[in-house]
């Protein structure tokens, strides 16, 4: 075992292996497969390899990263990973790269795995058994049951704490325990006679930043029962574990104590419990599970009628020795209701990948899976998928293997639709609404945009609706809006003309015009033809009487034939 010193805390290495990885000349290895280190502490992890320096004559190494997460042929530089963001360095130097996490916390617990890639078609290299790092916290564990034959007490007695964590300490460690916050230099355990509570926590010495959580430590006659939750949820058709351990003094009246009996309890509509063993309903479904001080309920094939609040009792042979107070645990069946979290890579100017994380309301069992469906065909069956984009015809859900309870549908935006409010002509000082539309989910987040002469774009709104008040000719041009959620973004274009003031005047003036002078110009032309008509017909009748004048001879006969006509007539009367 040996121990790798760091700006913060400390990490331990537990296994020291190197192993070796060869691949046609290619070689990796790492220092240690397993290292545990404390919370708030820096780990290095390293690696080595060797390769050709050159193959085809060209270079071969491009990039070399760490990364923890793998899924679609993608993998995920822990570079560009939000939640290590600021906290990660990958040190590289003569073919050996070290990746440095800093302030570590319990979430950082992961196999760590080095991988490079070259120029070739198909030069890549992964460290494929990868490095495992655990990440603990420092704890009180406290022995009640110590048995000193020089001491005894029927009101005190002797216990052991004991600062530990879930990997092994060095052994030359100083420790500093605060008890009621009284700073005391110890080892890794010391005894105390407990008379009376007190709080107790620990810290490593030197590392005084990184203390342990405090712990009540009661009185030897104290009775105790901690259940791991005391809100459980878990869905229909599962199987869930409810655990509770229990603590007992050694003694109770002058006797040694022996637990004769554990068993689970359910409230009733009444408030009544009853023991689990005679409910018929759960009969073949239940089972009781326990050793060393700990119990484990176990429920099968859960319904919803078995949300209700669970009891944990557990009795001795001597009168009076029994114990269930602060052992409820509440037990919720339900739907998991299944939601799609999306993260992306913070690389710049554009995210190298997309992160799609399958949530469920409630934790899923170890014997089931997620299930990534693209278009509703499956794609993966890990709880994370990665994709590098998504196409706009694309859409993504994930349900549990087995089970019917899809997640909602995720869908990059489509094109948007851009409208324009009022439509047709627009005069200047105005007022017009330009709205932008897409559907896509989650929700889109639109912005507004106007593209100038020069192709410059100027970002004007980030609402779906884009109100310009009082709009200038200057406002005419080409409006466009994106859309754009976690999964990808759209356009859409609209163009609008504005109509100056002074044009809209002289339109209005020349629709007057020709308003008025039309029926004038009519008017004139008719009177001119009525003058003309007139002037024609006077000249006609002029000629008339002319030719009348120029032939009596033709008047003198006709007046004769009158007077022969009327002589006739009177010869007959």
Known sequence: MSVTAATSGFVVLLLTVTVVQCENGWDLSYTSTEICALRGSTVDIT????????????????????????????????????????????????????????????????????????NQPTGSLTGSAGVTLSVTDLHVQVNRSVQDSNYYHPR?????????????????????????????????????????????????????????RSILVGSPHDWSVSCTSTKICAFRGSTVDINCTYTYPSRFQYYETTVRETSWFIQESNGIYVNLSTVPEYSGRVENLCGNNKCTLRISNLT???????????????????????????????????QVHVRRSTANPSPTWIELTCHSRCQLPDHLSYVWYNNKKP????????????????????????????????????VPTVSVSPSGELMEGSSVNLTCSSEANPAAKYTWYKRSGDTRVQPLSEESQFVLSSIRSSDSGEYYCTAENELGRNSANIFITV?????IVLNIIR????????????????????KTLSLKSEANEAVEMMELDNCPEYENDAAAARTEDTEEQEDLV
Request: with cysteine; hydrophobic share 30%.
């Open 304 to 338: 919803e009628s078995d949300s209700t609040v669970y009891e944990f009792r557990f009795r001795g042979f001597q009168p009076g020795m029994g114990y269930s107070r602060d052992s409820k645990v509440t037990l919720s069946v339900t739907d998991p209701q299944l």
């Open 379 to 414: 794609v993966g069956r890990k709880r994370y998928f990665h994709l590098q984009h998504l196409d706009a015809e694309d859409s993504y859900h994930c349900a549990i293997e087995g089970h019917s309870f899809p997640s909602a549908t995720l869908d990059a935006p489509k």
């Open 47 to 118: 690696c080595t390899y060797t390769y050709p320096s050159t193959l085809n004559n060209l270079d071969t190494v491009q990039e070399t990263f760490w990364f923890i997460q793998e899924s679609n042929g993608i993998y995920v530089d822990l570079r560009t990973d939000p939640e290590y963001a600021g906290r990660v360095e990958n040190l590289c130097e003569n073919n050996k790269c070290t990746l440095r996490i800093n302030n570590l916390t319990e979430s950082d617990s992961a196999v760590y795995k080095f991988r490079l890639t070259t």
């Open 511 to 530: 629709v007057t015009l020709v308003v008025l002078l039309v029926p004038v110009l009519v008017w004139t032309l008719w009177s001119r033809m009525k």
């Open 156 to 212: 005190y007695m002797k216990a052991e704490l004991r600062c530990q964590s879930s990997c092994r300490l060095p052994d030359h460690l100083n420790y500093v325990w605060y008890k009621n916050q009284q700073k005391v230099i110890g080892r890794a355990s010391y005894f105390d006679i407990v008379r009376r509570p007190y709080r107790v926590s620990c810290a490593v010495e030197g590392h005084e930043d990184f203390c342990s």
């Open 499 to 503: 109509t100056w003031k002074s044009v």
